[in-house]
Each structure stands twice: as structure tokens, then as C-alpha cells.
């Protein structure tokens, strides 16, 4: 079967690796779509994702597909059932695990980063990972499950309620994410501050947005009760809590470079009441992603930029392609 895979920093080849055979507990996916996201950067680049990927390995944590096979343990999926796969898989043993959160967990492992993912036709998981893909959510848009639960996480450690006033700092496709996802969560108000003037608009003109700011030229009031920074630069973070009215609640989504700092007022941390929030990977968060996707009331699809072969997969990784915001790759 085709696969691509990474065979060092920066290495990438198309080989034809024999199509896996499923252990009892597990599920032989045939790929319909992966996606690449900020993970697959730092993979490629020979730095961690949620976890450490030891080349040779077929990334493609965000992916769905088709079940070709399943082994005989297996219960609840049949050949044919439409599927996307939560990459992250728990020890279930370890203190984290044993406290209910098992996104901290320290065994972790990750289908498209410790074993072969969804950049090929044919890839396995355990079948606790695997969750059906309802009729109303494309194939293509289940491949955006994965990203879509790392918001939900996010979303879901705050307190939301509607007399909120929210703003998302990103024009990514994370941080258009996170804007129908606060509509979704009953935010009554979303304001989105980001640098590209037509995703901005975009926001504005399809998704509820109310004010937009273009921070390359725009102040940012410090109005608001909820502010979900998704860029991960010192400057944005800085942004995010400067942002803030009294009692607010800053969500510190981006990732930034390991030994990334950023200047903040403690004084202001103190007076204004604030919480200052981390939020890493989705544990359990994928039931919530499919029914809203299911439900339209979050719509992925104007946001895929990209879809691509995986021949074209090294050049994305590159940044030789321009403009991606989301790139999905078919593979056939
Ligand atoms: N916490 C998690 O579990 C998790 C999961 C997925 C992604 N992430 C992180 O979320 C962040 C966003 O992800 P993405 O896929 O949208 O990334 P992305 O690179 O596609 O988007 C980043 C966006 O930030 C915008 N931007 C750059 N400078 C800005 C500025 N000064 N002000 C406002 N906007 C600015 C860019 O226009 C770009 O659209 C990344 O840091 C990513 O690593 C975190
Ligand atoms: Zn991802
Ligand atoms: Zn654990």
C-alpha cells in the first residue's frame, strides 16, 4: 500500500509498506482523508508534538476513513462503518490517568505520532480511539474532528455563560474554530482579532462575528470576559490578558516555543481577578466535535483551504505552498 512516510528531520518519502493486519482489540482503517496541522510541523522539524515520533512513522493524527477489518474482540464497528480516529491513547494506569485527566497522562501514545497514522491507505487503532462519523458530517470534514476536540477541551475548561463577551486572538483555522464553538457554547457576543482583512471579513460576513480587528493596525479594548489567544507569540499572549475586563478568564491555547516567555501585570492578575488557563491535546471531547459537526453548528469546510495528494504533503511542511490555513490530504 502507498504510505508517506518520515524517515528523518525533514525526510520524506512515498514507500509501499505492507497493509497492517488488526490485533484483536483493534480497527484496519482504510484512509478517505488526513489532515495537517502545527503537530505535523514540529514532527517533521524533528521536534516533539504531544508526544516524542521515532522515524520511521507514518504521521496523520487527524484523519477518517472507512473500517477495511476489524479484530475479534472488536465490537461495535463492521467493515464499511465511516470513522475518524481520536489520535490520543491513555495508559489508564498512571496518577494523572487515575485523576481523570487523562490528557496529562505520562505514557502517552498517538496514532500518526508513536505509530503509523493516516498518511497512508490502511492504518490501525484500538477500537476505544475509533468513533463513528454520522451520515451529515462528510468525510472530509471528519478528518477535522481531531482539531475541532482540542477547542471543545479548551472551550469546555472555562465557565461559559451568555452575558459573556468573548475574543478570539487568531485568524488560523483554530482560532475560526473557536469562534462558531463560543456561538455554539452560548457566548452572546464574539469578537475575532487576527492580521489577514479577508478572514476577518469572512468571520464578520458567516460567522457571527461582531468586531474585528486587524491588530497590525487596530487597538484591542480591555473588554472582555473571555479571551482565547490561538497564535502562541509572546505579543499575542500579552495581548490576550491586556484584553481582559475584571473577572475575566484567558484561554492560552497557542503553542509557543519551549522556552517562550511573555510580560504580564501580576498586579492586574490580582486586581481584575483573572484566570489564566493552559489547555492541551482533547481527552474525550470527540462525541461533542461529531454532533456539532453533525449539527452545522460548527462548519469546517469554508475554512479547509487545501486539498492535496501526498505527494505535496513535504512541500506544505516546507512552506512552500502558499496561503494554507487548513490543507486536508485525499488519499485514494
Ligand atoms: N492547545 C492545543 O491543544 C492546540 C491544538 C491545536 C493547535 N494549537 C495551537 O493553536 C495555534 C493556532 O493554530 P492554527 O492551526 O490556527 O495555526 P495557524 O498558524 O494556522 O494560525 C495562526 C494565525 O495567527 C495569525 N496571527 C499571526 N500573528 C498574529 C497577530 N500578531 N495577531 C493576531 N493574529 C496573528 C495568523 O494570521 C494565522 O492565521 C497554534 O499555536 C497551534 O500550535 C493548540
Ligand atoms: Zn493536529
Ligand atoms: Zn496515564
Partial sequence: MKSLVLTGTKKMEIQDLQKPTPKADEVLVNTKYAGICGTDHALY???????NAVPPIVLGHE??????????????FKVGDRVTV???????????????????????????????????????????VVYH???????????????????????QLLKLTPYQKALVIGDGFMGQLFVQLLGAYGVHQVDLAGIIDDKLQLNKDKFGVTNIYNTTRDKIPSDYDVVIEAVGLPQTQEEAVEATRKGAQVLMFGVGKPDQHFQMNTYEVYQKQLTIQGSFINP????????????????????????LGLEQVADV?????????????KID
Avoid at 87 to 96: D, L, Q, S, T, V
Avoid at 133 to 155: I, N, Q
Fill in 45 to 51: 522539524n524533528g521536534l516533539p508534538g504531544s508526544a
Fill in 317 to 329: 511542511l516546507e512552506g512552500k505552498v502558499a496561503g494554507v490555513s487548513k490543507a486536508v490530504v
Fill in 133 to 155: 462519523l454520522p451520515d451529515e458530517v462528510s468525510l472530509k470534514a471528519g478528518a477535522t474532528t481531531e482539531p475541532l476536540s482540542c477547542a471543545v477541551h479548551g472551550v
Fill in 63 to 76: 484523519n477518517s476513513g472507512i473500517v477495511a477489518a476489524v479484530g475479534s474482540d472488536v465490537k461495535g
Fill in 284 to 307: 474525550r471531547s470527540f462525541e461533542d466535535s461529531i454532533a456539532l459537526l453533525a449539527s452545522g453548528k460548527v462548519n469546517v469546510e469554508p475554512l479547509i483551504s487545501h486539498e
Fill in 86 to 128: 481520536d489520535p490520543n491513547i491513555y495508559c489508564g494506569k498512571c496518577f494523572y490517568c487515575r485523576t481523570g485527566r487523562p490528557e496529562l497522562c505520562d505514557s502517552l501514545s498517538a496514532v500518526g505520532v508513536t505509530r503509523n497514522g493516516g498518511l497512508e491507505e490502511y492504518f490501525t487503532a484500538p477500537s476505544e
